[in-house]
């Protein structure tokens, strides 16, 4: 929470993206036979999965069991998680009359969440609990092709070629966006992450132009709440700078930009999160060591730096490395600080 606010730290703090998840087999069994989105529905589901990577691993936050999808879920929308594939719509939306499958969320429509928050802040103690949501051009893209893309080019054909009908999904995204974050918050949530993953594949101009303004009014509507926000996206090396002025007090950087060049690329007065790629997990462990110790060198030119992966941790990394490495992060930074 200093960090993210700028303020000194007696280490650098760190946690890992999808920390939580298929890398641990306590994971895997607890989720034997219980579909992905059914278990965002079971509060004490959802409390056990959250604190399983904070028992393991000496990360300074956790981040809430759920997904980027579950808000849509609850209002509605026909859609699954399939495994290996990501989330699937049954009906894409992609004209004026789609739009009416987005009504507004309310507090009621996800009970489950304002209770499993509260169950984690009781269990956290001190360590702060991460709220997320997805940002709107990651929804926009799952809902608009249906299903994981790789290019986006319906996405991009009607952000190009109907910018008003993208307008009116993007608000609309945007508002249910700002309501999960905000019931989060309201039940304990001590930080946000907003995830806008696949936006890194938008062009800086069309960026400005059809998506920051809906960010800016997220990062703006979650100001009052009083929590520190994060706003993460892949691939954004050339997005750093309008990211960085849609109003987050922390950017995500992913591993392709050396954290010392973000720093130049986004606007003063930001914390930085991130960055070691998260293949390198895979390398052995004098590399990771060496990787680390440079992420941190080249973190300490940012005003605040939380570690983090570049991205989410692979299914397939060894949880002993994820937990030797916050502990070295812990034991370097300190050594530099005291
Ligand atoms: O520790 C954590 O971060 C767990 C909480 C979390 C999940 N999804 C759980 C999950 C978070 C923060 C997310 C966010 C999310 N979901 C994002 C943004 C983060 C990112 O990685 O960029 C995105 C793009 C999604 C959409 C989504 N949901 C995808 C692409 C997948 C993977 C599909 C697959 O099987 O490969 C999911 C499913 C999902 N969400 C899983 C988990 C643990 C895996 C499904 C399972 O365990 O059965």
Same mark, same amino acid.
Not at 227 to 234: A, L, M
Not at 300 to 325: C, K, M, Q, Y
């Given at each position: 929470m200093r960090a993210c606010r700028r303020l000194p730290v007696p280490h650098t703090p760190v946690?890992?993206?999808?920390?939580?998840?298929?890398?641990?087999?306590?994971y895997l069994r607890l989720r034997e036979g219980v579909p992905m989105l059914e278990s965002c529905t079971r509060p004490e589901m959802i409390v056990e999965i959250t604190m399983q990577p904070v028992r393991r691993y000496a990360v300074d936050a956790a981040i809430f069991f759920s997904d980027i999808m579950v808000p849509l879920k609850a209002i509605g929308v026909d859609l699954d998680i399939k495994?290996?594939?990501?989330?699937?719509?049954?009906?894409?939306?992609?004209?004026?009359?789609?739009?009416?499958?987005?009504?507004?969320?309310?507090?009621?429509?996800?009970p489950y969440v304002t209770e499993? *928050?509260?169950?984690?802040?009781?269990?956290? #103690?001190?360590?702060? @609990?991460? =709220?997320?949501? !997805?940002?709107?051009?990651t929804l926009a893209s799952y809902l608009i092709e249906g299903g994981p893309s790789k290019n986006h080019e319906r996405t991009k054909a009607m952000m190009y070629g109907e910018p008003e009908l993208w307008s009116a999904l993007m608000e609309r995204l945007s508002d249910l966006t700002i309501e999960f974050l905000r019931l989060q918050v309201a039940a304990g949530a001590g930080a946000v992450q907003l995830f806008d993953s696949w936006v890194g594949a938008v062009a800086a101009q069309d960026y400005r132009a059809s998506v920051l303004p809906h960010t800016r009014r997220i990062f703006a509507a979650v100001e009052p709440l009083g *929590?520190?926000?994060?706003?993460?996206?892949? #691939?954004?090396?050339? @997005?750093? =700078?309008?990211? !960085?002025?849609a109003g987050a007090d922390v950017v995500g950087v992913d591993w392709r930009?050396?954290?010392?060049?973000?720093?130049?690329?986004?606007?003063?007065?930001?914390?930085?999160?991130?960055?070691?790629?998260?293949?390198?997990?895979?390398?052995?462990?004098?590399?990771?060591?060496?990787?680390?110790?440079?992420?941190?060198?080249r973190g300490?030119?940012?005003?605040?730096?939380?570690?983090?992966?570049?991205?989410?941790?692979?299914?397939?990394?060894?949880?002993?490395?994820?937990?030797?490495?916050a502990d070295l992060v812990h034991e370097a930074s300190a050594e530099r600080t005291s």
């Open positions: 946690w890992f993206m999808r920390q939580a998840g298929r890398s641990l087999p306590e495994p290996g594939v990501g989330p699937v719509i049954a009906e894409p939306i992609r004209d004026a009359a789609g739009l009416d499958a987005l009504r507004p969320l309310e507090p009621d429509d996800v499993a *928050v509260e169950g984690l802040v009781g269990e956290l #103690g001190g360590t702060p @609990l991460i =709220g997320f949501a !997805g940002g709107p051009f *929590v520190p926000r994060i706003h993460f996206g892949v #691939g954004t090396g050339e @997005l750093l =700078g309008p990211m !960085g002025e930009v050396p954290l010392d060049e973000a720093v130049g690329r986004v606007e003063p007065g930001k914390a930085l999160q991130g960055n070691l790629d998260p293949a390198i997990l895979f390398a052995p462990w004098e590399t990771i060591e060496e990787r680390a110790l440079d992420v941190l060198a300490r030119t940012a005003e605040g730096h939380i570690f983090n992966l570049g991205h989410g941790v692979p299914p397939s990394a060894d949880p002993d490395v994820l937990a030797r490495l």
